[in-house]
């Protein structure tokens, strides 16, 4: 597992021409990070006198961001996974018209795996968006632009797995799926979008 091995493991294969790890991953580990920063902001609040008021919500706060990260971090994986059952498909055989209506069939059930694996990262990114606001509103003012960073994030993983989305979309022949899935997936984008603006007009009004 790529979260298991050195970082420069990782890049070094991203900038490579291997098929994996490509844009998902780089979306769910963006994601990830952001549910760390969130994480930093509540460890460095716990505990604190200033904050004894929030404790218990800064508590809960960073069970929910470690529980998230732990998720996108699995999500990395899953995504490389899901590309290579699709790069495993493209190599059936079409010599014949079964051979072809039997990787098409093969195609349509990898694609939409493949769909499925960013979109549940927009999701997750969007957790990330909303776990930032709060650290931002109750979390050490100390570290208030962490939260902003987080939020950033977020926002960077909504639109990269965006794109993930929509690319898998564009070659899924299932009008009903596409429809619910895009639609649900610019729902993500619009909200996360939202959220960024808050946190960031309260992380720089912090900052004075």
Request: charged share 25%; net charge neutral; glycine share 6%.
């Amino acid at each position: 597992m790529y979260v298991d091995q050195p970082i420069r493991h990782f890049l070094d294969k991203l900038a490579s021409k291997s098929p994996e790890p490509g844009g998902g991953s780089v979306a769910a580990l963006t994601g990830a990070l952001g549910a760390g920063l969130v994480s930093m902001v509540c460890s460095l609040t716990v505990g604190k006198e200033k904050y004894k008021d929030v404790q218990q919500q800064i508590s809960e706060l960073l069970q929910e961001s470690e529980k998230l990260r732990a998720e996108l971090q699995d999500l990395i994986q899953k995504d490389t996974e899901a590309y290579g059952a699709l790069s495993e498909v493209y190599k059936m055989p079409k010599n014949t018209d079964a051979e072809k209506a039997a990787r098409t069939a093969r195609m349509q059930e990898a694609l939409k795996k493949a769909c499925q694996v960013p979109f549940e990262i927009g999701l997750k990114s969007l957790e990330v968006a909303r776990l930032a606001e709060r650290a931002a509103a109750i979390g050490n003012v100390g570290a208030v632009s962490d939260a902003g960073v987080a939020v950033l994030l977020a926002q960077a993983c909504a639109q990269s797995a965006a794109l993930n989305v929509k690319i898998n979309v564009n070659s899924i022949k299932d009008d009903a799926f596409n429809k619910e899935t895009w639609t649900r997936m610019q729902d993500v984008l619009k909200q996360t979008s939202t959220l960024e603006k808050s946190v960031m007009e309260t992380t720089y009004k912090k900052m004075g």
